[in-house]
């Protein structure tokens, strides 16, 4: 009976904040329309949200990264500067959220340079052991990823460290149980937007519109 | 013969064969005329490559918005070769196995325990596993709807991570008819009482190294099948939800399959093993030289193979059933190969002697060697292989007679380790620093003297043993108490991994006996709390191989009892 009983008395479960989806109408917790977008979202015929918006503001842990171009990366010298930033936790052996993440961040490419030319695109890898520079080259061209785009690997130490400075720490210490995360920041700002969940193009672009309009003001 | 069994259909039950082969007719004319056009082999190129009859890659849109084409969101990515489906990131990706497509969606709490309390997941999650929305079988019509327009057999809106796909309807017969094979019946290997297993081990295989792997495996098996013994004796013990687990207990049935003489005859005698009593998985086991051949086996027949023990993994990106450890030498080469590169940074010329045996045991490290260092034009890098011991002694002679002592030698004996390591004693100062494969340590002679000490280098893919993991205490005592001499510890400790995590791999699985449910779950799971201390950390992910990516270059430590110290950090080449 101890398989059962192991299953049983199991780790606790995490309670993360999502809505469900506004279809099943069970919002829990942070309205994603209380601010000036809501009326954009009107317009858009009240298509289901499958995400959360949060502002956070995190304190960046100095560390030496390295890119896809197996070159090292300063990340406060990265995401500490006069640049918009876009970011997400990946792993290149993912093989269902990832993908949809990546692929919001290589089709929202093109029309972002419209709104703030000089955006920094970083994707980091959680299972930097399985990805190195090469793996992370291989992945960034799969995505046709710009020059914008930088990828990173590191220690597993290091990984760990941003992984919760960020408040993006997956639970039961195994990468499978990551959630989708989008983290927007506006040019010299240390105020993040964190999005939780997948999100469209579509989403992807108003909300990083928001972010650099906001920050103009 | 048709009419015959027609006739003679309500004769009474001893006809019943009779009877059972008129359904069987039946039911192929209904394939035949329902699926004349359609090929279910197409349909599992397309679920699991992308690929299109016409050879094109499909085009669909995920998330409302995002389009691509290609391989990147073949079906398989999603819902896995099992057709289970997955949870990850907290997003549920509904089965899509024939059984649960082509029946109403009903509550089956033993499927959805596993969901519910094995893993960790965020509130939708449960939300969503809790409320499943209930919806009627599938029919050619609804499903191809649910695939190009994300709309279910209730009407309902899947979630946009479904995408949409854009099929021509000879792919989409073509896929619908393969979707209609996909897990259908138990994988064999498992019958109504009983799931079997086999390790494997060849001849010239270490006696205490065998004993150690199976008695381990004995035991576990043993212990194993006495606890669902006496569930199943013990009706009333059980909650509640226990009924539904009754049909998931078998009893676990080991299979020893000893290989002998040439490898290259080892696929057949498996063969001849399989064909007596087929196997759901093979677990552990260790054969001389390459995996390869028992690899080649697992793969064509699509068994999983779990966790062997060997230095000489098959490295193939396509396998679909082979798991390992780590790369074994061909990763101890590349480890040495990147700290000598680190260490040497500020040389503008790096010189190498590299000795190795001519086995696959030498070979495979030294090409690994070569390999890297080939477009390296600071290195200078001299071979020299032997066949026998006298080879070795010959090339080792001409080596000190050099009047110029070789700055670094890397050293691969192969099955010569004792000889190689004596002769380093007798010519403790042959080099300034030699390296050598972590299973040289297992060789060395009793005393070293100190000035050879210093001078020696060792690969080492596991943890150090000063590093104390919490669940190596566990395991210990799981040993002692059913009266299993630890003579190996690494090697019985990772017997024991592979074992526990088949263990909860059935659990999770419960009667869903497939091969491919149980290899997602495994890759899935891998990065769990069951390592048992002897590596650093082992994980997996879709479609990964090796579960310890790195190594440490180690010391012996300056007294006798205290092994090795690490002189680096964990080297990930």
Known sequence: MNKLRQALFTRPRVLVLIILSLVLGAGVTQPIAANKFSSIQNQQNDKPKYYTRTRQTYVIPEMILVNQHGKNVHITELLNNDQPVLLQFVFTTCATICPVLSATFASAQQSLQSIATNYRMVSISIDPEQDTSQTLQEYANRFKASAQWTLLTGTRDQIARLQRAFNAYYPGNNKMYHLPYTYLRAANSSQWVRLEGLLSTQNLIEEYQQVVSHSMQ | MNTQTASNRFTGSDHLPHILLTLINMIFFVLLTSCAQSRPDLGKQLYREGKLSSGESVSATTQGDISFSGTQ????????????????????????????????????????????????????????????????????????????????????????????????????????????????????????????????????????????????????????????????????????????????????????????????????????????????????????????????????????????????????????????????????????????????????????????????????????????????????LDNYVFHDIAELQSQLKKLSEIHERPDLLVLWPGAYSREVLEWLQDNPTLANTVYLPSKALDALPQAIPSSLKQRMLFSYPYEVASVQHPRAYRVHAWMNSRGIEVTDKRLQFNTYYALTLVQYGLDAIVDNFSRDYLMEYIEHEAENALNPGTFPRLSLGPGQRFASKGAYIVKLSADEESGVIAVSDWIIP
């Not at chain 2, 057709?83 to 509550?107: C, D, I, K, Q």
């Not at chain 2, 854009?166 to 209609?180: G, R, V």
């Not at chain 2, 290997?189 to 205490?208: L, M, N, P, R, W």
Request: with cysteine; net charge positive.
């Open chain 2, 73 to 380: 969101f073949s079906c398989v990515n999603c819902h896995r070769r099992s057709g289970y489906g997955s949870s990850e990131g907290g997003n549920y990706v509904l089965p899509v196995t024939a059984p649960s497509l082509f029946n109403p969606r009903t509550l089956d709490r033993a499927n959805l325990f596993k969901k519910m309390f094995k893993e960790y997941q965020p509130k939708r999650f449960t939300a969503r596993m809790h409320m499943p929305q209930m919806r009627p079988a599938y029919t050619d019509k609804s499903l191809a709807r649910a695939i190009r327009e994300g709309i279910d057999s209730a009407g309902t809106q899947l979630n946009p991570l479904m995408p949409k796909y854009q099929l021509p309807d000879e792919d989409m017969a073509n896929l619908i008819a393969y979707l209609k094979t996909l897990s259908t019946m138990p994988d064999p290997g498992v019958d109504q009482s009983t799931i079997y297993f086999a390790t494997v081990i060849s001849d010239k295989i270490d006696s205490v190294k065998r004993r150690a792997m199976l008695q381990t495996m004995r035991k576990f098996f043993e212990w194993m099948n006495r606890d669902t013994r006496g569930d199943l004796r013990n009706p009333n013990f059980s909650p509640h939800y226990r009924t539904e687990f009754i049909k998931a207990y078998r009893v676990w049935n080991l299979a020893v399959w000893e290989l002998k003489g040439d490898p290259q005859s080892w696929q057949q005698q498996l063969q001849v093993y399989y064909q007596q009593q087929p196997v759901f998985a093979i677990i552990s086991g260790q054969v001389t030289g390459a995996w390869k051949p028992v690899q080649t086996f697992c793969e064509n027949m699509e068994i999983p193979c779990l966790f062997p023990h060997t230095a000489l993994p098959e490295i193939d990106k396509k396998s679909a059933y082979s798991v390992y450890f780590n790369r074994g030498l061909s990763l101890e080469a590349d480890v040495i190969a990147k700290q000598i590169i680190q260490q040497q940074a500020d040389k503008a010329n790096i010189q190498i002697t590299q000795i190795y045996s001519a086995e696959q045991e030498g070979m495979t490290p030294a090409d690994a060697i070569n390999n890297t260092m080939k477009n390296n034009n600071h290195v200078q």
